[in-house]
Nanobody
Framework: QLQLVESGGGSVQAGGSLRLSCAASRSIFSIYDMGWYRQAPGKQRELVAKIASGGTIYADSVKGRFTISRDNAKNTVDLQMNSLKPEDTAVYYC??????????WGKGTLVTVSS
């Protein structure tokens, strides 16, 4: 069974940067979506960015600040987060989506941005 392990969360001041990494326990076909979602307290989980078969997709709120990258050889997907804002505070989850309709999630990593 596929497992996803996130790392790189932490606390940072507004304007700072963090890099999140997600390692998969086995190979992921390049055509399968890999990405990052986040959930802030009292809010629904939302897409941050993903690498899909057709390219990359970003939430409007992070465009120009966050960059997603994927290394299929290492089975990893990273999220470089720059110019962080307090509203970016959330638990960030790594995700793999299988076309049969199955989502696999990591346990999440907390990002806290203080003003």
């Amino acid at each position: 069974q596929l497992q996803l392990v996130e790392s790189g969360g932490g606390s940072v001041q507004a304007g700072g940067s963090l890099r999140l990494s997600c390692a998969a326990s086995r190979s992921i076909f390049s055509i399968y979506d890999m990405g990052w979602y986040r959930q802030a307290p009292g809010k629904q989980r939302e897409l941050v960015a993903k690498i899909a078969s057709g390219g990359t997709i970003y939430a409007d709120s992070v465009k120009g600040r966050f960059t997603i990258s994927r290394d299929n050889a290492k089975n990893t997907v990273d999220l470089q987060m720059n110019s962080l804002k307090p509203e970016d505070t959330a638990v960030y989850y790594c995700n793999v989506y299988y076309p049969v309709g199955v989502n696999v999630w990591g346990k999440g990593t907390l990002v806290t941005v203080s003003s």
